[in-house]
């Protein structure tokens, strides 16, 4: 079973508006969330990182948010600009010695249309 | 700084050919990671490494899989007799605290 869902495969947003990607998970134990982008042909990128005794964190253009009695993770990204347009990936790990693997979700492809 | 490399970028194989797959860590990073990315879909973990120690072998998808890391640098992640179902993009990725994982481009394995 999916532990970690990006349920839009797909996001259109006009230049300068805000893009909202979403991610949600089911496993209580994730306490440490990443986004990551990822352009054709190459590897992910990491953006934007929030742990779970934090609700928000912002960086630039790029705000994170987590809403963790909803298991919910989304990534906020104001003014949106054409080089944005790419795969997100939300991806988390567990707490405790020895959790270290990435649980990613399956994407959002944005596309920002200028 | 360098990032994450990794080589080949592009490789064929034929079904049942053996392949070897390098990732070159960012310096100085403890842990380094291989994932496996399946079209469409997220990564998925298949190995951890801590220096040369290989901690964590529980996502390998099979016993054809074998990776290494013998001087807690360089890493090779071997496929034997490489299946169809092998055809991903295999991902490297290192750090330096085990929460943010920074990745290579990968290698693009196509098995004919």
């Known amino acids: 079973d999916q532990q970690v869902k990006q349920n839009s495969p797909s996001l259109s947003v006009q230049e300068g508006r805000i893009s909202i990607l979403n991610c949600d998970y089911t496993?209580?134990?994730?306490?440490?969330f990443l986004w990551y982008k990822k352009y054709p042909a190459e590897g992910p990128t990491f953006l934007i990182s929030i742990s779970s005794i934090k609700d928000k964190n912002e960086d630039g253009r790029f705000t994170v948010f987590l809403n963790k009695s909803a298991k919910h993770l989304s990534l906020h990204i104001v003014p949106s600009q054409p080089g944005d347009s790419a795969v997100y990936f939300c991806a988390m790990k567990s707490k405790g010695a020895g959790s270290y693997q990435l649980t990613f979700g399956k994407g959002t492809k944005l596309s920002v249309i200028p | 700084g360098a990032g994450v490399s990794q080589s080949p970028r592009y490789k064929v194989a034929k079904r049942g050919q053996d392949v070897a797959l390098r990732c070159d860590p960012i310096s100085g990073h403890v842990s380094l990671f291989w994932y496996q990315q399946a079209l469409g879909q997220g990564p998925e973990f298949l190995t951890y490494?801590?220096?040369?120690?290989?901690?964590?072998k529980s996502g390998l998808p099979s016993d054809r899989f074998f990776a290494e890391r013998p001087e807690g640098s360089v890493s090779t992640l071997k496929i034997q007799r490489t299946q169809q179902e092998d055809s991903a993009v295999y991902l490297c990725?290192?750090?330096?605290?085990?929460?943010?994982?920074?990745f290579g481009p990968g290698t693009r394995l196509t098995v004919l």
């Open positions: 490494f801590q220096n040369e120690a290989q901690l964590d």
């Open positions: 990725a290192s750090s330096s605290n085990s929460d943010t994982q920074y």
């Open positions: 496993n209580s134990m994730f306490d440490y």
